[in-house]
């Protein structure tokens, strides 16, 4: 069974622009969670999306956005970006809706903002 | 809400056992455990549901007490591969729909 794949793995942006990250789980799975993961703050919850629908949202500003598709696969979206949004951007993905199952974690896309 | 790990880093020789604790300020409905090596994704190991239900894939324990809030997992005989980053992520609800609150982070250093 193909594990979480995430593309790119790696990316450089300027600041000001924005970005889109993809995530596709694993096979059969439905709930897609998005983490950001920096040295400075660790690993914090963005957003989780389960049959299209975002069921929950972080503490991050509205620059930071997602949605689902019909297949499961995520996308996240960063309008805007700032210095600070450098970071690696973590997807996992989950086959039950909560009490939670384990999530599986795809290896990541590094974002380096210039 | 983020919950406390503690210590913040150990370093072990092979064989040696060691305690990583997780604490909450708040209610917790389950404590989830995950290791990640350097430059890896963070991999699965444990969760542990109000009430004594616990799930995990490989030979380390935990505990949950919900009475104080806290977990401890415990690395018995350790491995060289037991080395990573350790994670605690705490859930308050049923709902909280993958709102996994994730403390610091405890690094493990395994030597020979």
């Known amino acids: 069974k193909a594990g979480v794949t995430q593309t790119p793995r790696y990316l450089i942006k300027t600041r000001g622009q924005q970005v889109t990250l993809s995530c596709s789980p694993i096979s059969g799975h439905r709930s897609v969670s998005w983490y950001q993961q920096t040295p400075g703050q660790g690993l914090q919850f963005l957003f989780e999306y389960f049959s299209e629908t975002q069921r929950n949202k972080g503490n991050f500003p509205g620059r930071f956005s997602g949605r689902q598709f019909s297949n499961s696969r995520s996308e996240m979206n960063v309008s805007t970006l700032e210095l600070g949004d450098s970071a690696l951007y973590l997807c996992a993905s989950s086959s039950k809706r909560p009490p939670r199952d384990e999530q599986f974690f795809g290896p990541g896309t590094r974002l380096t903002v210039l | 809400q983020q919950p406390v790990q503690s210590p913040q880093a150990v370093i072990l020789r092979e064989g040696e056992d060691a305690v990583i604790n997780c604490s909450s300020s708040k209610a917790l409905y389950s404590v989830h455990w995950y290791r990640q090596k350097h430059g890896e994704a963070p991999v699965f190991l444990m969760i542990?549901?109000?009430?004594?239900e616990q799930k995990g894939h490989e030979k380390i324990s935990a505990s949950f007490n919900e009475k104080k809030q806290q977990s401890s997992l415990y690395l018995t005989a350790s491995q060289l591969s037991y080395s990573g980053t350790y994670f605690c992520?705490?859930?308050?609800?049923?709902?909280?729909?993958?709102?996994?609150?994730f403390g610091a982070g405890t690094q493990v250093v395994v030597t020979p």
């Open positions: 992520g705490t859930e308050m609800t049923t709902d909280s729909w993958g709102k996994l609150q």
């Open positions: 542990l549901l109000k009430g004594g």
